[in-house]
């Protein structure tokens, strides 16, 4: 169940990563600047965090297995469509279609381990997925790289929509239906709604999302800024820049291993507040090589320092999210925190990209700033919160 869970989450950064060595040649091929490009990347995730407030409550009153299967079919037509757009305006747009299908992935497959888990079987569940989850980053871009050898970008969006094919099929065959209808919402408007509202009002739930949300924000900056900035600024080749990416990823793997392994034995405030520190160290070493002029050996230990934080915050915070509501609310809280995780990737991009990608200090100032926002969040914002999870 958990490599199935896993795959069927990885679809939303497999359609990211996937491509990511193809942005200057995309950026290229449709005569469009960096920063025109990388709005393919934010249309994606916009989508992906929007489309998980529509799925999420839907699936509390209908349960996770229909609304799936809908979206990964629908995300394969979509991903054809997108191999045969000819301008940048149509490639975002599809884009941004391609993330709310996608969403059906990522926000169910969280509801699906809540239904199943609670606490540190929760920790220790989320903690698996990232091992599966993790090695999409790791893979995605080398795997891009060298499909780009043999076919222009186009062709990666086929490669994408063959991926969800054989992901509907399993769910098909393999996922069970996980809510009962004993637990579902009415199906009237008001009631699918209504959890949406009744989550937001929850303290203990929006302290760790908001947490999470800084420091996805600084991962996201870095996967969609970094390709340009280290192909550009150091000289990378898709090749080179694609290693460098699946090393940092080692790290985030690593560290959500480390976290499930010491969940049960250490509070999970306690891990999550070590991810945030590690974040800020990072977004502070990363703004010092910038500014310094200290080179690309400093620049990958703090890209590496990130990614371990984040490895730590996303399933402790996910867990603490999670827990604090009840199985029939779990969809729309798993929408909720996919929207914070997903928006915050989609804006952080462009505000670096708007100031240029010959130079490495716009994507450190953004990675350094949401790294102290994160450790301030987690400082007032979990302080007097629940401490049930932990």
Excluded at 104 to 109: F, I
Excluded at 160 to 181: Q, V
Excluded at 192 to 198: D, F, G, H, K, S
């Amino acid at each position: 169940m958990s490599v199935l869970l896993g795959a069927l989450t990885s679809i939303g950064p497999l359609a990211i990563d996937l491509y990511l060595p193809a942005l200057p040649r995309l950026a290229a091929d449709l005569g469009v600047s960096a920063s025109a490009a990388q709005l393919s990347l934010t249309a994606f995730m916009v989508g992906l965090g929007a489309g998980q407030v529509v799925v999420g409550p839907l699936s509390d009153a209908f349960g996770r297995r229909r609304p799936l299967l809908i979206g990964f079919a629908a995300f394969c037509a979509v991903s054809v469509l997108c191999a045969t757009a000819p301008s940048i305006e149509f490639l975002v747009a599809l884009r941004l279609l391609q993330g709310l299908t996608a969403a059906t992935g990522v926000a169910l497959t969280k509801a699906v381990v809540r239904d199943l888990y609670g606490g540190t079987e929760a920790a220790r569940f989320f903690s698996m997925l990232m091992l599966v989850t993790g090695l999409v980053p790791l893979l995605a871009p080398l795997l891009g790289a060298e499909l780009l050898r043999v076919t222009p970008w186009p062709g990666l969006f086929g490669v994408l929509a063959g991926a969800g094919g054989l992901l509907w099929l399993a769910a098909l065959l393999a996922l069970p239906e996980t809510h009962p209808r004993h637990l579902r919402t009415g199906s009237a408007p008001g009631a699918v709604l209504r959890p949406l509202a009744r989550v937001l009002g929850h303290r203990a739930f929006l302290a760790p999302t908001l947490t999470a949300a800084f420091a996805s924000g600084a991962m996201f900056c870095y996967v969609s800024t970094g390709s340009f900035v280290l192909q550009e600024v150091y000289a990378l080749s898709p090749q080179g820049f694609s290693l460098l990416f699946g090393v940092n990823s080692i790290g985030m793997i690593a560290c959500g291993q480390l976290a499930g392994r010491l969940a049960g034995r250490v509070s999970m405030h306690r891990l999550l507040a070590a991810g945030l520190t590690l974040s800020g160290a990072a977004g502070a070493l990363l703004l010092t090589a910038a500014l310094a002029g200290l080179g690309l050996p400093v620049v990958t230990a703090a890209l590496f320092l990130m990614t371990s934080g984040t490895g730590l915050v996303y399933p402790m915070a996910l867990t603490i999210a999670m827990s604090s509501q009840p199985s029939s609310r779990a969809g729309s809280a798993s929408s909720l925190f996919g929207l914070a995780q997903w928006t915050a990737g989609g804006i952080t991009g462009p505000v670096a990209g708007a100031f240029g990608t010959g130079s490495l200090t716009p994507l450190a100032a953004v990675v350094a700033v949401l790294g102290l926002a994160g450790c301030l969040a987690g400082t007032l914002l979990m302080r007097g919160g629940n401490r049930a999870g932990g």
